[in-house]
């Protein structure tokens, strides 16, 4: 081959293969993925995929023939184990061996699990990550069973409104002494708190998880507090673990993730990495960033300085969440701030903008797609507004930009 060889064939990896070809890039591209589907998107999996509102094939970042007509070569189905820094070459589950003139990472993460001692072994436990898991989970959503939901971030609490939107008794076990304890103010979880409690889910804080039981498939959920709750199914959204094992093998540098620097060059000549398994210089300090703009932003500027461009990745980070019929858009990064000012716009539309000191960092926008526009303009311009100003909602809000 002796190309460019890309481990792992998910939203990054898919965009840093099309941004070699888009930047005429002409050599032999291999796209490596132990998944046997292409490349596809994730964020539907956990909604319209799992509510059977989505086909399968909606879901791919591109249809097949793209790969084909780009001179893309889909290695599907395949498990790399082992990478050859010195030889420039990557193994396979299969034995195959595959030369390469530059490599990049794109392994994305893995759920954090149970263990099991745990009861992480039993049946109907699940985590909710690739299309194999939506498929698991689909079948089990049945009316009036009982689900538990282990963790009360994004990823536990997007569960929970998909359980209950299918009659489910919904559950939610949050070891902190609050939902997104990790992530929003205590606004923003005060709002989706509400929201939840209002499409009648349970919601436990400060209480963990000791064990889980049953014969087989699980039957209950034991409490640290020494409760116990009937469960037909477990979902566990803890958290997500970044997919080194394979670079740290072959002698890259980590630091909570794949270690790049500015261009996304790892420690080993001619490695690179994009996407959620990496962490980044960003502003003085290393950080992960696990979302879908952000994977193909890195993989995307990953493509070009394969190609020499030496331009240094600035990251813009944005994410989002949909939950019931509430979409949650977030600009910026909340690291670090110590004052909340709230706009709102009444009927569930408002929005809270994170401060440290007089600087802008961040903006949780709840149906008001206005305000997140602005606000990531804003925080992108290095602008902060004055809280007054924000909190003023007898203007159009596209003033501050001003």
């Known amino acids: 081959m002796a190309g460019i060889a890309i481990i792992g064939a998910g939203q990054a990896g898919a965009a840093l293969a099309a941004k070699l070809r888009s930047e005429g890039y002409e050599g032999e591209i291999a796209l490596f993925g132990r998944e046997r589907v292409p490349p596809y998107q994730r964020p539907p999996l956990s909604k319209a995929y799992l509510l059977g509102e989505s086909p399968k094939e909606r879901l791919f970042l591109r249809p097949e023939t ?57 049946g109907n436990v699940l985590t909710m990550r690739s299309m194999d898991d939506a498929d698991r989970l689909a079948p089990l959503l049945e009316d009036g069973k009982r689900a538990v939901i282990i963790g009360g971030g994004y990823i536990g609490l997007e569960a929970a409104a998909v359980c209950t ?22 606004e923003t ?3 989706f708190r509400d929201l939840h409690e209002g499409n009648g889910v349970t919601i436990r804080e400060g209480v963990g998880l000791d064990r889980l039981s049953g014969t ?43 270690a790049t620097d500015e261009m996304g060059a790892t420690s080993i000549p001619h490695i690179w ?26 993989a995307e500027a990953v493509a070009c300085n394969m190609l020499r461009a030496a331009t240094p990745y600035v990251p813009k980070p944005w994410f989002w969440s949909d939950q019931y019929d509430t979409k949650l858009q977030i600009a910026g990064l909340n690291t670090g701030y110590d004052r909340i000012v709230i706009r709102d716009n009444g009927e569930g539309a408002r929005s809270h903008w994170y401060y440290q000191g007089d600087t802008l960092l961040a903006v ?35 003033s501050l930009l001003r």
């Open 189 to 191: 979880a005060t709002y």
């Open 273 to 298: 990495a994009a996407g959620d398994c990496t962490s980044l210089p960003y502003r003085g300090e290393r950080i992960r960033l696990e979302s879908v703009q952000n994977a193909i932003d890195q």
């Open 216 to 258: 087989d498939v699980v039957q209950a959920v034991h409490l640290t507090s020494g409760e116990t709750l009937a469960a037909d199914l477990v979902l566990v959204g803890i958290g997500i673990i970044p997919e080194t094992q394979l670079a740290e093998a072959a002698g890259v540098a980590l630091d909570r993730g794949i």
């Open 364 to 398: 949780d926008a709840m149906n008001d797609p206005r305000a997140y526009m602005v606000g990531k303009r804003l925080i992108e311009a290095g602008k902060s507004p004055d809280a007054a100003a924000i909190q003023d909602t007898s203007g159009d809000i596209k």
């Open 165 to 186: 939107k299918r009659g489910m008794q919904v559950t939610v076990i949050e070891a902190a002494p609050r939902i997104l304890g990790r992530v929003a103010c205590e």
């Open 66 to 122: 793209f790969y084909a007509d780009q001179n893309i070569t889909l290695h599907l189905g395949q498990t790399i184990t082992e990478i050859d820094a010195a030889a420039q070459s990557i193994t396979t589950a299969e034995g195959a061996v595959f030369a390469y003139d530059q490599l990049a990472f794109t392994t994305g993460a893995e759920p954090r699990r149970l263990s099991v001692e745990q009861g992480g072994g039993l």
